[in-house]
């Protein structure tokens, strides 16, 4: 057998590798990489048969022979499709979008072989109900997992073995999803930002907590909300003395789109209310810097505070 496995998502292909590795062992598996090594050598290597198997297993990265780029191995490639070894699966990796689908190389193993495009997330039901086949899991409980965790393919797989770890049986409840698995938030700063000046505890310690969850440093989101603070009141402030916002984004030296969010989100705020936030923060850094306070603690207590 003979795959083209080609797209953005790596770990979609990755995947795709580890499902065909997986009917043979190691030692009759052999890895190239097209950049550096002859094609002679992959094709001969493709051709031998294995001393301690029937079945051989080659995988080839970097495969641009079947993309726009030009190769002298094409014709080398192309005679092995026509003839291949039938004991030996050969899989080509190319992680890029498109493949050139006019080339006769690319046609020739669409022939004779399976193309597979990776560039698009697989439905995230069919990857859960994939990933627990072994497990007793209803509808509504695939649709909870959906809606906790997202449909981002790479995380949704990192959840169903944590969940599957967690385990010891074969029944999934909604107790399992909501103790094993990590909630999708929104952690865009703007949102812990409105949280916090609306009072809103519960929202903006759920953001700040999963923001600690992905190993966001206390004091890189202390810094994160400062400058927002900041760039809000300064904008806030030009825009009263008559600027442009273009002429604003020239005077702070930022992107023109960041000064139209911050005044956007500067409307809702009083210039003191920013500047007491931003004097508030300037004391928890100072304090976390000087041992004075826990840097896990002390922008929750700030929160709290509001």
Known sequence: MIYLLYGTKNHLIQNEIKKISKNFENINISKFDLENENIENIINDCM?????????????????????????DSEIIEEYLNNPNPDTTLIFIINQEKIDERKKITKLLKKNGTVKNFNENANPVQIIKSGLKDYQIDSNLINLFVN??????????????????????????????LNVTTKKIDTDIFKLLDYIVKNNKSEALEIYHEMIKMNEEPIKIIIMLSNQFRIMYQAKELLKKGL????????????????????QNGRKYSSDLLLQYLSDLADIDINIKTGKADKNL?????????
């Open 48 to 72: 031998t048969l294995s001393l301690f198997s029937e079945k051989k297993l080659v995988i080839c990265e970097n495969a641009n022979m079947f993309t726009a780029s030009t190769s002298k």
């Open 148 to 177: 906790r965790v997202g449909d981002n393919s790479l995380i949704l797989e990192n959840e169903i073995e944590k969940l599957k770890l967690y385990k010891e049986n074969n029944t999934i409840t909604k107790e399992d999803i």
């Open 244 to 263: 442009s916002e273009k002429d604003i984004a020239s005077t702070l030296k930022i992107h023109p789109y960041r000064v139209k969010l911050a005044i």
């Open 298 to 306: 002390a922008l929750e207590l700030f929160i709290l505070k509001k």
